[in-house]
């Protein structure tokens, strides 16, 4: 890996820094404090903090998706699945036992990741596209449960109760886009320091080639149930946060289609990139809302009839799913590293 010209890395410490140097420092803090204050600006409308907090919310699931996916190579379309047990979780603890949004919410990770780890395990047998078949199996099981069990609320759901810190209730689009954003950003450096880790190390060599990494000593049966917990635990967290923004949980909220775009934008993203995870879904789910927004003008358009526009962001994201898949099958991540190593090294052509 390229650094920057004068950087000397003369201790083990300094070597893994993720920030490393002063100008680093202070674009990332300058970034930060514009995130705390960016409620306070004029334009700052509840309409685009609601899509913000959708949008961060989703980051951090991706985050967990892409440590399953790209870093484990362990193909999964249930994602949308176990965000719900853990909005489930958050929402039927604070409903039926009064249990604060403090507790629920390590509960609500832990209980998806456990949930993670049951449909988690043929991956100990099979790979590719028959495990991807059996994660969507647990997207139908978990929203049946969900929806004809009693004890879940069945099709009218459960309401959420919201958090509180002393008496603030955090109940608006303001105050829970600093719970959102501070859990991500938490979630955030969990992720980049999870893939640098021994773990996130034998995920990439599972990843790379099973069979090698299994003589190498390490555990497929162990690291392979060990992803899947991981994974389905950030989306667990998410699914808690989601429960508290919206007050009230129901199936119809974790459909398949979103299973699905999560795959999408890992890959729009960059697989094996932590950046990537959130680059994607502000791309994607940016050009949904943008076309949900100003999808209507299209019903103007000689031939395309009043409801033309109904389903043109579906057709969109998947254009643009199709167009990174065949032009930049890496992701918009792995640009930008050659980005940084050709901007590092000019004006040498090595």
């Given at each position: ?20 140097t ?8 300058a970034f ?11 334009f ?44 489930y ?9 009064g ?29 590719g ?6 994660t969507i ?111 009230h ?16 934008i ?85």
């Amino acid at each position: 890996m390229h650094i920057p010209c004068g950087t000397i890395n003369d201790s083990y410490e300094k070597d893994m820094a993720i920030i490393r140097t002063r100008l680093q420092w202070i674009l990332l803090l300058a970034f930060l404090a514009l995130i705390f204050v960016f409620p306070l600006f004029p334009f700052s409308s509840d309409y685009l903090l609601r899509v913000i907090n959708n949008i961060v919310i989703t980051v951090i699931l991706i985050h967990g998706l892409n440590l399953l996916m790209g870093y484990a190579g362990q193909v999964s379309l249930g994602q949308g699945a176990f965000m719900a047990v853990g909005a489930y979780t958050t929402a039927l603890l604070g409903n039926r036992f009064g249990v604060p949004f403090w507790l629920a919410l390590p509960a609500s990770a832990l209980s998806a990741g456990l949930v993670g780890i049951i449909f988690g395990a043929p991956s100990l047998r099979i790979k590719g596209v028959y495990l991807a078949l059996a994660t969507i199996a647990a997207q139908f099981i978990v929203l049946w449960v969900a929806r004809y069990v009693p004890a879940f609320g069945g099709v009218t759901g459960v309401a959420s109760p919201p958090a509180t810190i002393g008496s603030v209730v955090i109940n608006s689009q303001t105050s829970n886009y600093y719970l959102i954003v501070t859990v991500a950003i938490i979630m955030t450096y969990f992720a980049k320091n999870i893939a640098r880790s021994r773990v996130g190390r034998a995920f990439v060599a599972i990843r790379d080639n099973d069979l090698a990494a299994e003589v190498m000593g390490i555990s497929l049966y162990r690291y392979k149930l060990t992803a899947f917990f991981i994974g389905c635990l950030f989306a667990g967290i998410a699914g808690a946060l989601w429960a508290n923004l919206v007050g009230h949980v129901q199936s119809e909220q974790f459909p398949l289609l979103n299973s699905i775009w999560y795959t999408g934008i890992i890959m729009i993203g960059g697989m094996g990139y932590t950046l990537g995870a959130i680059i994607g879904t502000f791309l994607l789910l940016g050009v949904q809302e943008i076309v949900t927004l100003y999808g209507p003008a299209l019903s103007n358009l000689p031939g395309v009839g009043g409801q033309g526009y109904a389903g043109f962001s579906q057709f969109l994201m998947a254009l643009v799913i199709m167009l990174f898949i065949i032009f930049e099958p890496r992701g918009l991540a792995h640009r930008w590293q050659i980005f940084k190593t050709s901007y590092r090294l000019h004006p040498f052509s090595y």
